[in-house]
C-alpha cells in the first residue's frame, strides 16, 4: 500500500486516482472530525471537500518530515474554526472505554457496551474543547503526538500534557458517575 505522502506527490504528477484513494482513506473520519466544530453534518461534508480542495489547488510541503494527515487535518481544523460553531462528535465509534461499571456482571454486555459509550460521550462533552480535540486525534483518528500537535499548533510536550489532564478529567467524571477504570 502507499503511503499517504507517496500517494500526495502521485497526485501532482497527474494520476487523478491517488487524490481518490486519499479522499476514500479520510473522508469520513474527516467529516466526523469537522463535526466537533460545527452542528451542521452536510456542512461539515462541505468542508472535507473544501479541505481537500485546498490541498489539491496548490501542492503543500509534504514530504519527508512533513506527515500528509496531519497537514489535511491542521487545513479542516482551521475550516472549522473559522466557520465558528461547536457541536459535539455525533458520529464516533467507540471501542473499548476502559470503564467498567462498579457492581455491574457483565450478562448482558452489549447493553453495558452501549452505557460506557453513552456516558463516555457525556463526558466528553463536559471537558475542555481542547481536551476533546487532542483525546480525538490521539485515540479516534490513532494520530501520533507529533502529529496531533501539528494539527493543533502545539509541540509534542504540550500535548503529551493535554492528553494527560485530559485522560485525567474523563476518569474523574466517569468514577463521579459510577464508572471505575478497569485498571487500577
Not at 497526485?11 to 481518490?20: D, R, T, V
Not at 457492581?103 to 463526558?123: C, I, P, T, Y
Not at 475542555?128 to 493543533?152: I, N
Amino acid at each position: 500500500m502507499l503511503t499517504d505522502e507517496r500517494l500526495y506527490e502521485r497526485y501532482f504528477l497527474g494520476e487523478k486516482e491517488a487524490a481518490e484513494q486519499l479522499v476514500k482513506r479520510y473522508g469520513d473520519s474527516l467529516i466526523r472530525y469537522i463535526s466537533g466544530y460545527i452542528s451542521d453534518y452536510h456542512e461539515s461534508e462541505d468542508l472535507m471537500i473544501e479541505a481537500f480542495a485546498q490541498m489539491f489547488a496548490k501542492k503543500r510541503p509534504v514530504t519527508e518530515g512533513h506527515c500528509f494527515k496531519a497537514y489535511l487535518y491542521k487545513t479542516s481544523r482551521n475550516l472549522a474554526l473559522r466557520h465558528n460553531k461547536r457541536k459535539r462528535f455525533p458520529l464516533l465509534e467507540l471501542h473499548q472505554t476502559g470503564f467498567e461499571m462498579s457492581g455491574v456482571m457483565s450478562a448482558d454486555a452489549d447493553l453495558l457496551r452501549k452505557e460506557q459509550n453513552r456516558q463516555l460521550f457525556q463526558a466528553l462533552e463536559q471537558v475542555k474543547k481542547e481536551y476533546r480535540e487532542v483525546l480525538y486525534l490521539l485515540y479516534f483518528e490513532e494520530m501520533k503526538y507529533e502529529e496531533a500537535g501539528r494539527v493543533m499548533g502545539k509541540s509534542v510536550p504540550q500535548i503529551t500534557n493535554l492528553a494527560h489532564r485530559a485522560k485525567k478529567s474523563i476518569k474523574k467524571i466517569l468514577e463521579r458517575e459510577g464508572f471505575t477504570y478497569a485498571h487500577q
